[in-house]
């Protein structure tokens, strides 16, 4: 049994499974399958994907403590330091072995490796933010990112995750107004809300002039084809929080006040 152990919540960004169009990956004919148990989700599904990477479709979902049978292992995203991915055959699909206990923590000396035509894993700025994000769903201390006690830490989070994914001279005020004149300077912020993409951080309110004009901010996480968005958010219902879908326009169902303008990071 692993000894894998994490004192969060998993980001969505690691839990489901292609349903259609997805090849069985080829593997050693002699090699037997084993049985894994998930764990340590923070009593979140885990997603199964299309391929390794978080970004990649989702296609399955699974529960804490559901045992599944993996096939074969390959190496993708790196999640949380591991970077093995098991293939469930039952579901079509690949998740994360960071949060499935088959006994060894990584490659599994018994499974094969997958051979199939996966594409690398993406190390793309966008998917980075997503990543980072959705790994600190649930977590509600705000000193990891910097807040000091006595302030609102949406902003605190939105700085820490884009400076962890690379983003270098990074906005380090908790007042998202800055953020938003950080990233004219830098061609960076876009009025309104066309054009969102994953990774972007959207402000919601009527403007940066104030603390009443500038409400909150989130990391979008996903675009969704009826031009609904999903964000993760720091300090919603004081926790790191999947928020969502809901329409930039029209957001002030799931949050403060709807989209003024998002921020895009500085590569993709």
Known sequence: MNTKTVARSLTAATITALLVGLTAPAQAADAESITATVGDTGGVSLFVR???TSSSKEVGRLSEGDSVEVECQLEGQDVEGNKVWNYLPAHGGYSTDRYMNTGYDGRHPDL??????TPPPSDS??????DLAEGEIGLTDKSKYGAPADHDWCQYFVNWVWRNAGVEDMNDTHFTGDFYYWGKERGLTTDG????EVGDGVLFGTGPENSDTGRHVGIVVAVHEDGSITSVDGNYSDAVTRVGPYFPE???THEPESVYAHVSPPSN
């Open 250 to 252: 029209t957001a002030e």
């Open 193 to 196: 809300h066309e054009g969102i």
């Open 112 to 117: 094969p490796l997958c051979k199939d035509d």
């Open 125 to 130: 700025m966008r998917e980075t933010i997503v």
């Open 50 to 52: 299309s391929d390794a």
